[in-house]
């Protein structure tokens, strides 16, 4: 099953950029249905077997598409975003770093009313092991299998998938759902998904400082989780006031510490790793 | 992005919102000249540093003459203003802003956040104003007033009112407060704020409003929109290695460990400094060298790390998703070799193309030490730097 791709999902790159074309071309590899792509101005082309349309309206229309991955710079980024709503996609997955925090703000105020899930910005996307990757995550490192991982950042998500599949446990999907402030799904979003879902039966998950998306999320697994959920906190001794890489890494006015964190998931029951190297094997010993 | 007090007062003027009338100096004269133009009884010398606690650092001063303003300028400008905010390295002021004394009546506090768990920008109010807003929060919650503000609709009158009223203001002065709000609302929404503070906000013995002190930072990202804003930055308030890194698209944080790291992705970056800390040792930095890290990238990154005088050891950790190890690994040789790094190397690479990374760095010749798991990179990074350590003693 999987949650938020699969097989079935049907693919429009926004954005055919350097980027776009690039990593439109590995999903395609990867064995995901690129339908289709947008990009204004270009309708009526095909960029490397791609049908281009210059709205996603009429992408929508011509490819049946339900999903799109957005490519487009950060200053069109949002409005991309709207757009993929405005056609009435179930999904959008957002890669885009960089965008203003209030143009995010707005577009997520404007998607309450609209049937479109907002993965990202500024995220690596999604993988379901072998059957569909949307965006730029090394899909070669994952395997199918049990565990659900959620993360707001990307190569410490393909660290953590890489220690799990060399431990022999694969991954219902991998879901990354971005380092910025403002974001379309989050943990709470994704470990609710995981949780119906009934082919995951564990999920890691892998925060960071800045925010409080993982205590919200530590109260949502006492609440509401039946399954084990392995946890990893990055930047445990990052100074107050810096921002590490990510424009949501931060801590500001006293919050985001990694400690809170970790005390809020490991009073949630969450099995919480101290050292990067221990994310698979802390998942391991919960099964 | 941080601007100066006397930077978020312009802006604040022209958007409407009150402040008393000053002017900047950069010499004592100066000072003297603006402090005699504004014609106060009394005016106010203060530090321009990107800190707050400046009043207690002993940069904000009272001078009841000009002349009294020239002397106390030439005891501010130059001196070293350590406060908390500073750390203990404090920093260089070389601007004083001289502004004209006003009556006091109340102080309070007035903020806009980004509240990232409602995800709406929120005004924050407070009549502990003067105090640090994280202290009264945690000291007594129930004084501080919050409304959220709905990005289609904008600020609303109710909203005003209620943040008015609620700071104990009287209706005249909660009509002067929908214009004070309304302007600081309508700034931090146009230019791409990310933070607003008047602290305090003072009600004079007049009723007026007054925005003693401000502060505003703005989102980076939105930077790109707003040239006018960009041009506020003042490069010598900031750290010149991030500085320097900002300029070659590295994003990078000077720690005061003894470990250098370069490390691809912010998560996995942040991870590193956890793993090296897990392991006994402690990184002098924190670097992300992006997604799309490649030779001349490598090279830059390495010159920034080396640039740090305590840095013992490097530890470069790379997890190619779509970067290709063996081309990091191109990069570290030609980057090793070009700048003589003589700190102990340890080389993590993982994923695509890391057999031929490894194979590259083998055959070089030069001492690096492979590390194939992220615990064995952090292990043997801190035994390097503990070498490197007792080599010295």
């Not at chain 2, 370069?262 to 956890?274: E, Q, S």
């Not at chain 2, 992300?288 to 490097?314: S, T, Y």
Request: some cysteine; overall charge negative; proline content about 5%.
């Amino acid at each position: 099953m999987a949650i938020l791709c699969d097989r079935n999902t049907r693919l429009l790159v926004q954005g055919l950029g350097r980027m776009g074309r690039f990593h439109a071309g590995l999903s395609t590899e990867y064995g995901t249905q690129v339908v289709g792509g947008v990009h204004p101005g270009k309708g009526g082309q095909v960029i490397d077997g791609i049908r281009v349309f210059d709205t996603v309206h009429e992408a929508v229309e011509e490819t049946g598409a339900n999903a799109t991955v957005i490519f487009v710079p950060p200053p069109g980024a949002a409005d991309a975003v709207l757009e993929a709503a405005g056609a009435g996609l179930e999904l959008a997955v957002c890669i885009t770093e960089g965008i203003p925090a209030l143009d995010m703000l707005r577009a997520k105020a404007a998607l309450a009313g609209s049937s479109l899930r907002l993965v990202g910005p500024n995220c690596p996307g999604l993988v379901t092991p072998e059957q569909c990757r949307i965006g730029i995550m090394p899909a070669r490192i994952t395997r199918p299998g049990p565990v659900g991982v959620v993360s707001r950042s990307g190569t410490l998500t393909y660290e953590a998938v890489d220690q799990l599949s060399r431990l022999g446990i694969g991954q219902s999907t991998c879901v990354g759902i971005g380092g910025d402030p403002v974001i379309g799904t989050s943990f709470v979003d994704a470990l609710a998904l995981f949780e119906a879902d009934p082919e995951t039966e564990a999920v890691v998950m892998i925060g960071e400082i800045g925010g409080s998306a993982e205590e919200t999320a530590a109260r949502f697994v006492q609440e509401h989780m039946t399954k084990p959920v392995a946890a990893f906190i990055a930047g445990q001794n990052a100074p107050p006031g810096k921002r590490m890489g990510h424009a949501g890494a931060i801590i500001a006015g006293g919050q985001g510490k990694a400690s809170d964190k970790i005390a809020a998931l490991e009073a949630a029951g969450v099995a919480v790793a101290r050292s990067p190297a221990e994310m698979g094997e802390t998942l391991a010993k919960l099964r | 992005m941080n601007v100066h007090e006397y930077q978020a007062k312009a802006l604040l003027r022209d958007y409407g919102v009150a402040v008393p009338h000053g002017r900047l100096a950069t010499t004592p004269a100066e000072a003297e000249d603006a402090a005699r133009s504004l014609a106060a009884p009394v005016v106010v010398v203060k530090a321009q540093v990107h800190a707050g606690g400046r009043g207690k650092a002993g940069g904000i001063k009272l001078a009841k003459s000009a002349g009294e303003a020239k002397t106390l300028a030439s005891e501010i400008l130059g001196m070293n203003l350590r406060s908390h905010q500073t750390g203990p390295e404090g920093k260089i002021v070389r601007k004083v802003y001289v502004e004209a004394g006003c009556d006091i009546a109340r102080e309070l506090y007035l903020g806009i956040v980004l509240d990232r768990a409602a995800e709406r920008l929120a005004v924050i109010a407070s009549t502990e104003g003067g105090m640090e807003i994280e202290e009264v929060a945690a000291r007594s919650p129930e004084r501080i007033l919050t409304v959220h503000i709905d990005p289609g609709l904008g600020l609303q009158p109710w909203q005003v009112r209620r943040v008015g009223f609620g700071l104990g203001l009287d209706a005249e002065q909660v009509g002067r407060l929908q214009d004070f709000l309304a302007g600081l609302y309508r700034l931090f929404v146009e230019k791409d704020a990310s933070l607003a503070e008047i602290n305090p906000l003072v009600v004079t013995g007049d009723g007026e409003l007054l925005a003693l002190d401000a502060k505003l930072n703005f989102d980076d990202n939105a930077l790109y929109r707003h040239p006018d804003v960009r041009e506020l930055r003042d490069p010598e308030e900031e750290d010149p290695r991030e500085r320097e890194a900002k300029e070659i698209d590295l994003a990078y944080v000077g720690l005061d460990g003894d470990i250098g790291c370069m490390v691809n992705g912010a998560g996995l970056a942040m991870a590193t400094l956890d793993m090296i800390q897990v392991c006994g040792g402690s990184p002098a930095n924190f670097l992300d060298a992006g997604g799309g890290a490649d030779k001349e990238k490598v090279a830059q990154a390495f010159k920034l790390i080396l640039r740090d005088q305590n840095v013992k050891a490097i530890l470069v950790n790379i997890f190619g998703g779509i970067v290709r190890c063996d081309l990091i690994a191109e990069g570290v040789v030609a980057a090793a070799e070009e700048l003589g790094v003589e700190v102990p190397l340890v080389v993590r690479l993982q994923g695509t193309n890391a057999a031929e990374g490894r194979e590259i760095l083998a055959a070089s010749g030069l001492d690096i030490t492979p590390a194939e798991t992220l615990g064995e990179a952090g292990q043997k990074a801190v035994a390097a730097a503990r070498g490197r350590e007792a080599g010295e003693a």
